[in-house]
């Protein structure tokens, strides 16, 4: 597989020797007949409390890509014909509504331009005329950037007595998120985004009343999060755990603890803001125009007008620098960068910068 000297990708994100060397270097025993496992489990999900602000929910850590805890939680939570308000400002918003319509569930969509967050006078309105039982949204839709009110949101839930589902697999480890306050019932978080690891596992949270909720649903299958419940106590996962990413998660929990949660969201907010400022100099168009609604994790950019993405992105790659491109509705308008996790660094942004200028100022097509 060829390499790129700047990688900037919004994930998969680049990951560290030490996070490697947790896969290559240690032969882990069978997880289901150690002990040490099983306290390893415990002890990295109470990290991933503290991280997340959730000392008033349980955590699971489940094996698979962070697609795995979206559909975890729907098929957990929901029945045929419950009700789901699905705020949809983003390929992932969209696409959370329609795998609840693949369940069975009564989806109603919110839709915004992806250029905005979601407007919620609009949301109060809809969620009180349908009253749903589940509100769903994404805080970072990953292929725009777009960074949603997720607090507003939660309150909204919370005052038409549904439950809240949300995504935040692309912003969670690069901005605050507090779930007990947010009253976030149903929460994911993605490993290979901010907390700069391999796509291997995801992270859910789920509150008393998702959990209420779950043992009512009871479903029965792969994604299922029921018996994750007893999991510990019962030495007893329902498929076979993967050790190596749990101790690559607890390894990445103590780095962010060395580094301090606050300056960790102060050095995203930090390089997210150069990074944009710099694109603003070159002359290039952010996609969000809204300052406050853009994720500190990830920057879209338009394309410009002389340009293709497949020409802008051979170009760059020919330079040594591998970005994003966008999905839906965006794909060939967008270039992303994406400044989340390890990646939230200056020195490789501002490398990532120079190339970009460049390539944009050398190679004009006509």
């Known amino acids: 597989m060829k390499e790129y000297k700047v990688g900037v990708v919004p994930g998969p994100t680049s990951i560290s020797e030490r996070t490697r060397q947790i896969y290559s270097t240690i032969n882990y025993g069978s997880a289901d007949l150690e002990d040490e496992f099983f306290e390893l489990y ?64 009564q989806v109603k969509f919110i839709e915004t331009d992806w250029e905005s967050p979601v407007d919620k006078n609009r949301v109060l309105i809809e969620a009180q005329q349908f009253q749903p039982h589940l509100i769903t949204i994404v805080h970072c839709d990953t292929p725009t950037g777009i960074l949603n009110p997720i607090r507003e949101i939660g309150q909204i839930a919370k005052a038409v007595g549904a439950l809240y589902y949300v995504d935040f697999v692309s912003s969670g480890a690069a901005t605050p998120i507090s779930i007990d306050q947010l009253g976030i ?8 985004k901010a ?17 209420k909720r779950i ?10 999060l029921l018996p994750f419940g007893d999991a510990i106590k019962n030495k007893f996962f329902p498929a076979t755990p993967n050790w190596h990413s749990i101790a690559a998660i607890e390894q990445k929990m103590n780095e962010l603890e060395e580094e301090g949660f606050d300056n960790v969201y102060a050095r995203h907010l930090d390089i997210a803001f150069k990074c944009r400022q710099r694109l603003i100099q070159i002359g290039l168009e952010l996609f969000i125009k809204d300052e406050n609604s853009r994720s500190p994790s990830v920057t879209s950019v338009c394309i410009p007008q002389q340009w293709t993405w497949e020409k802008l992105n051979a170009a760059f790659r020919a330079e040594g620098l591998v970005v994003g491109g966008s999905y839906g509705k965006t794909a060939g308008k967008l270039f992303r960068i994406g400044h989340m996790g390890i990646q939230a660094n200056e020195q490789l942004i501002m490398q990532a910068c120079d190339i970009i200028e460049k390539v944009i100022k050398t190679n004009p097509i006509n």
């Open 42 to 105: 415990e002890k990295t999900t109470i990290k991933l409390k503290k991280l997340l602000e959730a000392q008033n929910s349980q955590v699971f850590i489940l094996s698979g890509e962070a697609l795995m805890a979206l559909w975890a939680c729907l098929k957990s939570a929901l029945l045929p014909n419950d009700r789901v308000l699905a705020i949809s400002n983003g390929c992932y918003g969209e696409g959370i509504g329609r795998m609840a319509s693949q369940i069975g569930a």
């Open 185 to 192: 019932d149903l929460g994911m978080l993605g490993s290979q």
């Open 195 to 211: 907390l700069s690891l391999l796509p291997d596992s995801c992270i859910v949270t789920v509150s008393e009343l998702g959990w």
């Open 215 to 224: 043992c009512e649903v009871r479903y029965v299958g792969y994604e299922a």
